[in-house]
């Protein structure tokens, strides 16, 4: 065998290692981890300040009672495209990004295992987003029915660009399941010798797991437009009444893959605050075997919750029953994940720098937003909060200062070993601060505003819920402005901050600290070798 | 073991003091935080049972935040600590994963006796179908076999002026509908819901009841309302453009004041069936017309007539609105299937239809040279069959 | 040397043109689709250059990128790293279609179970029926909608005529012959171990031919639906389901039988051996599944 490696190696000098192509070249043509993961945040951030401004335009909106600045319909599109370009542009991205730049590096391999796919992976969401995002210049107007796209708002009555809605959706979900295929592909086969399973990473085994739900739900997704798309172009009834079919059904559909799909949101979360407390608590990650039965635990049961989504549609009694204990089953597990993370922290020795200060307001505050959970998964407790800001605070709880808190600690924690410099910590500091407080100013009025009865994708609402509205935008302005903060504090870091050293965190622990910062272009050349310090961390 | 100094909490700490305690304000009830009581025993159980859980959730936040302020306070690297090495404790394990587990028992319990007993049909008094379009309510009065006596609908009654910000908004802004559902107190009212086009839901926080009006598919539920008064709810299923602007307003009477105002709009109803014979004048038509088109029409093709295009097509003007009568009729009476513009001739007996159409054909720049009669639709109507 | 990657442990492509390509190809593709079929729709005069410019793109590129693939696996590169990639590549991969096929079942038990029946009356929510479609009573096959003037019912349904009829029953040869095809398709493999060459040109071209054979069956049971069955797409949930489910099965075919003609023109140009023939491989694991799929279609959507 090896002597055919050798011939072929020398043969063929393009396949040589190298650094970088220069120009656009490098990131359109490039198969490498590295650059395929910049490529993904990037992206994902620019698609986070398009869904922020969307968000902007909603709270400006909603700043006060009456119709100010959009009319009906341009909200619905507003409401829509803030949902879709945040989870399927912002969020999934991101933690794309992450896997690509860390789990090479975590696992000891030179790159992805399937270079080639990788590129096609990043490279078909800029254009499945094109094709999102030009709807809302067409004259039909862009996609207005929600994220969930309920039928028959989204077959019968929508406008018609809901076609190319369909395929922008068939397009992210191809791009999905792909980069789920290369993830899988990378940590059942790359790893060095001696990284067994249960020595990843945690980050490497929410990525694992979290790639399994996509690979699972995607295909779903891409089903029901699929149907969507027959329903409307070809004839059929699948979600008309009046041919058999069943509007309910859409939703049966689209929950099942929907719920998966906020677990996929969560999961690589999970990992990357069990990265970063351990560093900063100077303490191994408490729990590390329940960590993964718990994940692994969350990704099963989030398959059979989804119609808690679903309570007041009148499905039968056993049905509710059945969905109200699943759902709240999942409060074991991630209670397990929790108490964990505490007890890392318990008689650790803490410091407080940027990355870990979001990874604690993300324990706080993504379990706040679970305890928001459980609530609503209290079938009749559900009927009050159902399609009313009460839900629309928790999934934002969950969300942002749970998914987009930890990718942001992700991004500070990570960032030095990437460009090899620091960034500034009282300048991240104080951009936590911002978040912090925007955040919550944003978000936490909204419970009160769904209890006291506001519905939620309304243009103009009743005088009662004036003052938390109020507050609420102005937190969202306050969290928007501390976004285009961070940009600065990561492009200062990038131009001009100090070298960083190789371990960069007194605390850290991982094989993606022994390498030097910034990593070589190609992680590991060679297998490493896996130490017990290296483990587990 | 050391004292905790408010003024040696990290700032992260005291704000999430701050936060905690926000919340237990809340908790503690401050009315208009928090969910709405209601006035039936089911919307009471509900509460009690949000209440129920979120007191459960504030006591596991305060235990599982606490020990870990304790820790950020007093197992930071400037308090010269060294770190511990511990990391499993299988018995702790156990420990957090069978406690909450046993609290979500507690929980499960009486949720499902909620739940049970808010599936309990049957055995209703009375039976009104409640029906959903964009974006309005149309109430059926239904007799013992389900059959319609008398059906309105239930149109949003704040004026434009108010929503534009061009008048003060009134006390109820979007909460006003121009006829209330009106049901009695004190007898088990069943309610059969449904959709004409897309998905609503109704819901009428103050009775702890809120279900989706599918299209095709009939879903049933039942209040008994103790308190006469006026109950206020909106619509909770994203429908379309108008989602924000189609509330529901019940009105409960005491029982005998509602068989009265039953019996008079039965009579009511018999009266106008008569008056569909009648011709009216130009002058009557307009007024009438006008009348309808605001209440019915002006949602969407807007009140001078000019639509929303290319969605909402502009009627002044419109080749169907000045052209052959025929046509115009035909899509008033039937809609166009498969866009916004529903089959009137469900929603509006032939004196409105004839009224709307004649307004239309002689509104804003319209100027057919014809006059339409109740007598006309019906012809229309009936050489459809 | 240390900078380079051990290139037997290892194998990392360099930079490639094709991805981007595809990419483009697949937007415009897409995007070509969607502008046709909603001037399809309005009644406008379709244009669709696009979708063939998005087509002709993929096909083009999607042939240099295996091409390339091959080549390099022959200068052997691939190591046994990189084959173990593309097994577990493939094996999800299917994984991911048995999922695209599980919404459709998953629409076909709904429908069925649930939503047919409450509108018949029957049910939980048969109330739905008794109120709102009094006229409607639930069978499988739907054989008349709840609202015929929208949709009309089919005059007749593919459904089995009951064992005893199979020999002249299409749905029931089709099985014979996909079933036969997984065989074959199993006895190249066995000749490729055997280092058979010619068997494994035998097998796979009778594979092919049975592939064929079964598309022209099912193109010819189309035909009969829709113009002696009155079964069409839009003939309500039965017609629906029963053409998404076929309809999507006789496109994976489709695929299957194309990549096991391009196998079966590397089997003549001598690309595989027995223990180098993952391209070989990957195509019966398709054809299999594909079969599989069958076998379910054959029972839910044909005889139950
Ligand atoms: C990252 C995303 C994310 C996450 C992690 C979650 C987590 C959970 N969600 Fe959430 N959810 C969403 C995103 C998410 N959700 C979104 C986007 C929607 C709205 C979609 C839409 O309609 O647009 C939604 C809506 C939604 C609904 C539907 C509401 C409605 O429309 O009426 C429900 C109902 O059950 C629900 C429940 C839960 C539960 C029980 C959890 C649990 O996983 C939470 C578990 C965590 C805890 C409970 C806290 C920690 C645990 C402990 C400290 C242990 C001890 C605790 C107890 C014993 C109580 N969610
Ligand atoms: C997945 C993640 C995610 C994230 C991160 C967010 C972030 C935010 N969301 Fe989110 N939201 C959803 C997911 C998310 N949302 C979903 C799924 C829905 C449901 C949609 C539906 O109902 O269908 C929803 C719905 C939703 C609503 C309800 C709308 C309605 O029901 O009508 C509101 C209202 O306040 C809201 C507000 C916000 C705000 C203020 C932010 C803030 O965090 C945003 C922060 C702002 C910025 C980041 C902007 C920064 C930019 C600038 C200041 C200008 C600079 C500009 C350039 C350089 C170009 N969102
Ligand atoms: Cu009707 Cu929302
Ligand atoms: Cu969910």
């Not at chain 1, 990037?42 to 969307?54: C, E, H």
């Not at chain 1, 370009?85 to 696992?107: D, T």
Request: aromatic share 16%.
């Amino acid at each position: 065998m090896s002597e055919v490696v050798e011939a072929g190696h020398a043969t063929h000098d393009d396949h040589h290692d190298h650094g970088p192509d220069k120009g656009l070249a490098r990131w359109l043509f490039t198969t490498n981890h590295k650059d395929i993961g910049t490529l993904y945040l990037w992206f994902s951030f620019t698609m986070f300040l398009i869904g922020g401004v969307l968000a902007l335009v909603i709270r400006a909106e909603l700043f006060q009672p009456g119709l100010q600045f959009v009319n009906p319909e341009f909200f619905n599109q507003m409401t829509t495209n803030h949902g879709l370009i945040m989870v399927f542009g912002a969020i999934m991205p991101a933690f794309v990004g992450l896997a690509n730049w860390l789990v090479p590096m975590m696992v000891g391999a030179p790159d992805m295992a399937l270079p080639r796919m990788n590129n096609l992976s990043f490279w078909i969401l800029p254009f499945a987003f094109a094709m999102l995002i030009s709807t809302l210049f067409m004259e039909a107007g862009g996609p207005n029915f929600g994220w969930t796209f309920y039928a028959p708002l989204s077959t019968t009555y929508a406008p018609e660009t809901v076609t190319y809605f369909i395929f922008g959706v068939h397009l992210m979900g191809a791009s999905s399941i792909m980069g789920s295929i290369n993830i899988i592909a990378t940590i059942l086969n790359m790893r060095a010798p001696g990284m067994t399973l249960m020595k990843m990473p945690l980050f490497v085994w929410t990525w694992l797991i979290t790639a399994y739900l996509l690979l699972a739900v995607m295909p779903v997704l891409a089903g029901a437009v699929t149907m969507m798309l027959f329903d409307i172009h070809f004839g059929t009834s699948f979600f008309n009444a009046a041919g058999g079919g069943d509007p309910v059904m859409f939703q049966h559909i689209f929950w099942f893959f929907g719920h998966p799909e906020v677990y996929i949101m969560i999961l690589p979360a999970f990992g990357v605050v069990s990265q970063i407390i351990p560093t900063f608590s100077r303490k191994p990650l408490f729990g590390y075997d329940s960590m993964v039965y718990a994940t692994a635990s969350i990704a099963f049961l989030s398959f059979i919750v989804w119609a808690h989504h679903m309570f007041t549609v009148g499905m039968p009694l056993a049905g509710q029953l059945f969905f109200m204990y699943a759902t709240m089953l999942i409060a074991v597990p991630t209670g397990v994940k929790v108490f964990n993370w505490v007890s890392t922290m318990w008689q650790g020795a803490m410091t407080f720098e940027t990355p870990m200060l979001f990874a604690i307001a993300f324990v706080i505050l993504f379990t706040i937003g679970g305890f928001s959970g459980l609530m609503l998964a209290i079938t009749p407790a559900d009927y009050q909060y159902h399609d009313t800001y009460f839900v629309v605070a928790h999934f934002h709880y969950v969300l942002v200062p749970g998914a987009l808190f930890s990718i942001i600690a992700a991004v500070y924690y990570w960032l030095p070993k990437w460009c090899g410099r620091m960034y500034d910590e009282s300048l991240g500091k104080l951009h936590f601060w911002l978040s912090f407080i925007g955040v919550n100013v944003t978000f936490f009025p909204q419970h009160f505003s769904g209890l006291a009865g506001m519905p939620r994708r309304i243009p103009d609402y009743a005088l009662q819920f004036a003052d938390f509205n109020m507050l609420s935008s102005i937190g969202a302005f306050i969290f928007g402005f501390s976004q285009v903060f961070f940009l600065y504090v990561v492009i200062k870091a990038i131009r001009s901050g100090k070298p960083a050293t190789d371990r960069v965190w007194e605390g850290a622990h991982g094989l993606e600290w022994t390498l030097p910062s910034p990593a070589p272009y190609h992680s590991f050349t060679h297998p490493p070798k896996i130490t017990d310090a290296e483990a587990h961390s | 073991m050391p004292k905790v100094n408010i003024r040696r909490l990290t700032p992260v700490a005291r704000l999430c003091v701050g936060f905690v305690l926000a919340l237990v304000a809340v908790g503690a009830g401050a009315d208009e935080l928090n969910m709405t009581r209601g006035v039936t025993e089911i919307s009471r159980s509900i509460f009690d049972l949000h209440m129920y859980i979120f007191w459960i959730c504030v006591v596991i936040g305060i235990i599982v935040f606490g020990a870990m302020f304790w820790s950020l306070i007093h197992h930071r690297k400037s308090a010269g600590v060294t770190p511990a090495k511990f990391h499993e404790s299988t018995k702790l394990e156990i420990a957090w994963t069978l406690v909450p587990t046993l609290i979500l028992i507690a929980i499960a319990w009486p949720a499902t006796q909620v739940l049970v007993a808010m599936y309990d049909t049957g055995g209703e008094d009375m039976t009104v179908e409640v029906r959903g379009y964009q974006w309005k309510w149309q109430y059926k009065y239904l007799d013992e076999d389900y059959n319609s006596t008398f059906y309105f609908f239930s149109n949003l009654a704040t004026p434009q002026e108010e929503i534009r910000g061009q008048a003060e908004k009134g006390e109820f802004y979007l909460l006003d509908v121009d006829e209330p559902l009106r049901i009695p107190t004190n007898r088990k009212v069943r309610f059969l819901i449904t959709a004409e086009d897309v998905i609503h839901a109704w819901w009428v926080p103050e009775f702890g009841i809120k279900r989706d009006a599918v299209p095709g598919i009939l879903n049933d539920l039942w209040t008994i309302v103790p308190e006469p008064g006026i109950y206020r709810g909106q619509c909770t299923e994203l429908c379309g453009k108008d989602h924000g602007f189609m509330p529901i307003v019940v009105h409960a009477m005491p029982e005998d004041e509602y068989d009265a105002w039953y019996a008079e709009r039965l009579a009511a109803e018999e009266e106008r069936k008569r008056a569909l014979s009648k011709t009216f004048t130009e002058e009557e038509l307009m007024a009438e017309g006008e009348a309808v088109y605001a209440t019915y029409c002006a949602s969407c093709h807007m009140p001078n007539g000019m639509g929303v295009p290319p969605v909402f097509p502009a009627l002044d003007g419109s080749p169907i609105a000045t052209g052959p009568r025929e046509a115009h009729l035909d899509v008033i009476v039937n809609g166009v299937y498969g866009t916004a513009m529903q089959a009137f001739g469900e929603q509006l007996d032939a004196a409105q239809i004839a009224a709307v159409t004649h307004y239309e054909r002689h509104a804003w720049g319209n100027d057919a040279d014809d006059v339409t009669q109740p007598k006309d639709v019906i012809e229309f109507m009936s050489s459809q069959q | 040397m240390s900078s380079q990657t051990d290139q037997s442990v290892y194998y990392v492509p360099h930079n490639g043109w094709y991805p981007v390509w595809v990419a483009f190809g697949a937007f415009m593709l897409l995007a070509g689709l969607g502008t046709w079929l909603n001037a399809v729709k309005a009644d406008e005069d379709p244009s669709a250059w696009m979708m063939y410019v998005g087509g002709a793109t993929l096909a083009v590129v999607l042939f240099f990128w295996f091409a390339k693939v091959i080549e390099e696996n022959h200068q052997g590169l691939a190591n046994e790293q990189l084959k173990r990639s593309y097994v577990w590549g493939m094996g999800w991969f299917i994984f991911s279609e048995v999922m695209f096929f599980a919404a459709f079942f998953g629409a076909l038990f709904y429908a069925r179970n649930f939503a047919v029946a409450w509108l018949g009356g029957e049910g939980a929510k048969g109330i739905t029926g008794d109120y709102l479609w009094p006229e409607f009573s639930s069978e499988w096959p739907v054989m008349a909608n709840p609202d015929n003037s929208l949709f009309q019912g089919p005059a007749e349904s593919m459904a089995s005529p009951g064992i005893g009829s199979w020999l002249s029953y299409l749905p029931f040869w089709n099985t014979v012959i996909l079933l036969t095809s997984s065989v074959t398709v199993h006895f190249a493999h066995t000749s490729l171990k055997n280092d058979s060459r010619g068997g494994l040109i035998g097998w796979l071209a009778l594979t092919v031919l049975l592939g064929i054979v079964f598309l022209i069956l099912q193109g010819w049971e189309y035909l009969h639906a829709y113009d002696e069955l009155g079964l069409t797409l839009s003939s309500g949930i039965y017609g629906s389901t029963f053409f998404i489910l076929t309809g999507f099965h006789g496109f994976h075919v489709t695929l299957g039988t194309f990549m096991l003609i391009i196998a079966l023109l590397r089997a003549i140009k001598g690309h595989f051996s027995h223990h180098d023939c993952f391209g070989f491989e990957a195509t019966s694991w398709y054809w299999h599944f594909v079969d599989v799929v069958w076998v379910c279609l054959f029972f839910f959507v044909y005889i139950f």
